[in-house]
């Protein structure tokens, strides 16, 4: 597609249920990274995947977050047992590795824990 | 590791004013610098970038940034602003090697006063 593509938009969970947020990144792009933006906030890292290498996992904020890239191309993150300060924008980002070169960054999705 | 700061949560200034808004970068190693703008509720964009080169960039509509390696600055400025410029505005920084992992600032909202 011509950008990075992320679905739903927005996702309102009661607290204590599981949800699953999608990204398709640019074709093509190696790298693929999840943010996690609070209300008020920059956005701050989650994990990165190189393909299908989970290579970098050190801003998930707990073991209820998981991510999944498994072709090395659409990528997963979901979330256990949701809670009220899960309730945040999601942003996936995607790059094609190499020098010179910029990640582009998807809409988001909006979750909200109620 | 890397890190943005953004000094100023909140820039008020009057409309055809210019103005600036401060970065500052820390990092051990050479980087690439970044200004994202997000307009209200919607994602983020990328507004200008500097990867190599020419150490002042420029947006499409009006606003530059100039890297200063020797006070790891990279400020954005605009002569003249509109009210549509009303945004937050991103600074962000990847290291040059790796993956370039991107570590954002905590934005700065600029309000562009009628």
């Known amino acids: 597609g011509a950008g990075v593509s992320q679905s739903p938009r927005y996702k309102v969970a009661k607290r204590g249920q599981d949800v699953a947020l999608r990204c398709d990144p640019i074709s093509g792009h190696v790298s693929l990274f999840w943010y996690q933006q609070a209300l008020g906030q920059g956005p701050e890292f989650l994990t990165y995947?190189?393909?299908?290498?989970?290579?970098?996992k050190s801003g998930l904020p707990s073991d209820r977050f998981f991510a999944e890239r498994p072709e090395g191309s659409v990528s997963t993150l979901k979330i256990q047992r949701t809670q009220q300060e899960d309730s945040a924008v999601y942003l996936c980002a995607s790059s094609p590795y190499g020098p010179n070169t910029e990640a582009f960054f998807g809409q988001g999705t909006r979750l909200t824990v109620v | 590791a890397q890190s943005v700061t953004q000094l100023d949560s909140q820039v008020p200034v009057f409309e055809e004013a210019p103005v600036e808004l401060r970065c500052n970068y820390s990092?051990?190693?050479?980087?690439?610098l970044f200004w994202y703008v997000q307009y209200p509720n919607q994602g983020l964009q990328l507004l200008l970038k500097?990867?190599?080169?020419?150490?002042l960039v420029e947006s499409i509509n009006g606003f530059e940034a100039e890297f200063n390696k020797s006070q790891t600055s990279f400020h954005l400025r605009k002569p003249s602003v509109h009210i549509s410029d009303t945004a937050e505005y991103f600074c962000?920084?990847?290291?040059?090697?790796?993956?370039?992992?991107?570590?954002f600032g905590t934005g700065t909202k600029l309000q562009v006063i009628p």
């Open positions: 500097y990867l190599s080169g020419s150490t």
């Open positions: 990092s051990s190693v050479s980087v690439y």
């Open positions: 962000a920084v990847s290291e040059t090697g790796g993956y370039q992992k991107v570590t």
């Open positions: 995947f190189q393909n299908e290498a989970q290579l970098d």
